[in-house]
């Protein structure tokens, strides 16, 4: 029941952003113990290009966190004490009402209060101001203070996510709203791009491109100025990872032999090589106290994670179970080891406590890569395929809400990495 | 223009080499997505670089189809990273060429199967890459000759998800300085 209204809210979400061909979500599998919000249309919103109360909604109904109740026909205007008993009868322990209005100087601004039903109180009460672009932006804050109030917890709708978008001979650097509604290109070229790296403040794209018949890691500013090369030495030059600080990057490079990592720093100079070993060392990672770096290698014979200090140093094997565990990625809160492990021919996201070495299999498809934390390490986002076509799909990391965003257009989507919260 | 001209030579070259190329005929070579409509002007270009280069010319044997060195692909088993016997004589031939043409350069261009992350899959084409370079040097070819680099699992010449498919792409391509 619950499902047919979530579907329906969907459809008409879909059927409203279909002809901008943007990533739509599509949830399979809910937590239990959400709590009911309603979210009323807020007066006046129909003049801007995305409906605000729509964009909270969504952000609030695929966080896992609420229960939706439909809100459809209630005029709602935004008033100091609504009338609480009607929402009570509806089912909505908390409620959100709104209004916007032009400005005269041609912005806008949106009001809007966040209730307790069941105290019959108001928990938060705002005014922003904003241009009629940026409505979606505006919709992802506000959800944002609706969760932070909710629950105790940062929200993460306004944070972006990058992935890399291929159609036919045509690959794209993609920069999104972590709902996939609106993506941006922000490099395009006729040869592969892999490896997308959020720079710690958000603004800047660490990437490898093929453009030049071999991997190459280049930087993209966000923003006006022109990508630069990184690291282009002899051989591959690939996997690039950025240090907490954002000061230095770690890369993969083939010019010494078999692919080994090394530091340098952001500008690209200060080369150093990390790691000696016969094997391929590759995929490294930063933990998030700057103090470690995890890597896959297959220097035990099959590719498992492995840490060392990040100025060098003795490396400690992380992974155990099973005979292929690559493309490591550490919680924020650096506790928690997210991997793609192969079981029986599938490959996997899997977690692992670094405490207890415990592992957990978060998926059942076959061929996911490119684990990515959400900033408030309560999530993950990575790249799968489904029907032959590669998608992004999301997993809380209790593995109980999975989601999918999938493209409406033709292409594949792969190699996601969610951005830093929004500063 | 000149060396546009040559590149597009040896490149339909290259494709004419493609159907003659691994061990296993199960892997059907012909389906780079793509090359179906450069396949065609094969004699004609042949002709146009015998005009515009010397008959003695030694880079004409890289385009020659009847020459072993036209024959660009070294195809690896599965999980195994050193040159098979089969293609030794390719890969002789191929350092013969470059030890008696010092200002010729080969970029070595691994390539890996879909399965499997995309870095990781990087460094099993670098690892591919690297073994025939090895073999080069150990022949005798100057270090400064070779680029061993990887593509990864990122430019597919069989798109299939199939073991003729994955066989196709566990392969090293080998390039000279004009063709890249």
Redesign the interface.
């Known amino acids: 029941m619950l499902r047919r209204k979530f579907l329906l809210g969907l459809l008409s979400l879909i059927a409203s952003s279909a002809c901008f061909a943007q990533l739509t979500i599509e949830i399979s599998g809910a937590g239990a113990n959400r709590l009911p919000i309603a979210v009323a249309s807020f007066a006046g919103e129909n003049k801007l290009p995305a409906a605000i109360s729509e964009v909270i909604q969504f952000d609030l109904n695929r966080s896992g966190v609420f229960k939706l109740i439909d809100t459809a026909g209630v005029a709602a205007p935004e008033v100091p004490s609504p009338d609480f008993s009607q929402w009570r009868g509806r089912g909505a322990d908390a409620l959100v009402l709104g209004t916007v209005n032009s400005l005269a100087d041609g912005r806008m601004e949106v009001r809007f209060r966040l209730f307790d039903t069941t105290k019959q109180s108001q928990l938060e009460g705002q005014a922003i101001t904003f241009r009629t672009e940026t409505a979606r932006r505006t919709g992802h804050q506000i959800a944002d203070i609706i969760y932070q109030r909710l629950t105790g917890l940062p929200g993460i709708f306004s944070t972006r996510i990058a992935y890399i978008e291929r159609q036919g ?1 045509r690959y794209r650097l993609m920069v999104d709203d972590s709902d996939g509604q609106n993506p941006q290109a922000a490099l395009i070229s006729g040869e ?1 791009i ?2 997308p790296a959020w720079s710690p403040d958000g603004s800047r794209i660490a990437y490898v491109s ?1 453009e030049k ?3 190459i890691v280049y930087v993209r500013p966000l923003g006006s100025s022109m990508p630069f090369v990184l690291a282009n030495f ?3 030059n ?2 690039p990872a950025w240090s907490p600080d954002g000061r230095k990057l770690a890369v ?1 490079l ?1 010019k010494d ?3 080994q990592l090394y530091l340098l720093n952001a500008d690209g100079s200060g080369l150093r090589r990390l790691t000696t070993s016969a094997g ?1 060392d ?2 490294p990672v930063f933990s998030p106290d700057g103090a470690s770096i995890y890597f ?1 290698s297959d220097r035990g014979g099959s ?1 498992q994670i492995y840490k060392i200090p990040a100025e060098g140093g003795n490396a400690q094997r992380v992974t155990f179970e099973g005979s ?1 565990n ?2 490591p990625r550490i919680s924020p809160d650096g506790k928690t080891l997210a991997y ?1 492990a ?1 079981n029986n021919g599938m ?1 996997q996201v899997t977690v692992q406590d670094l405490a207890t070495q415990q592992t957990q299999i978060l998926t059942d498809s076959a061929k996911d ?2 684990p990515s934390f959400a900033p408030d390490g309560r999530t993950i986002l990575y790249a799968t395929e489904v029907g032959g076509r590669g998608v992004l799909a999301t997993v809380s990391i209790d593995g109980r809400v999975r989601q999918r965003l999938s493209s409406a257009q033709v292409g594949d989507v ?2 996601p990495a969610w951005g830093p919260l929004a500063k | 223009m000149k060396k546009t001209l040559l590149a597009s030579v040896i490149l339909s070259a290259l494709l004419a080499a493609c159907t003659t190329t691994p061990t296993e005929q199960a892997a059907p070579t012909t389906p780079t997505a793509g090359t179906a409509t450069t396949t065609t002007p094969t004699t004609p270009a042949v002709t146009q670089a015998a005009d515009t280069t010397k008959k003695a010319n030694p880079w004409d044997a890289l385009k020659d189809p009847n020459n072993i060195l036209s024959k660009r692909s070294v195809y690896f088993d599965f999980d195994k990273y050193e040159v098979k016997l089969d293609y030794m004589p390719l890969v002789e031939a191929h350092a013969k060429f470059l030890k008696a043409n010092g200002d010729a350069k080969v970029l070595v261009q691994g390539n890996a199967d879909e399965r499997g992350s995309s870095e990781y899959n990087l460094a099993l084409g670098q690892k591919r890459a690297n073994a025939v370079k090895q073999t080069l040097t150990t022949l005798g070819v100057k270090d400064s000759q070779i680029e061993a680099v990887s593509l990864g699992k990122e430019k597919p010449r069989a798109t299939g998800h199939d073991e003729a498919s994955w066989a196709e792409n566990r392969r090293d391509d080998i390039l000279y300085n004009g063709e890249y």
């Open positions: 001979k592969p892999i490896s093929f018949k071999k991997p002899k051989g591959s690939s996997a993969t083939t032999g078999l692919s391929i590759t995929e896959t590719p292929y690559v493309s793609i192969r490959f890569e490119s792969r190699e």
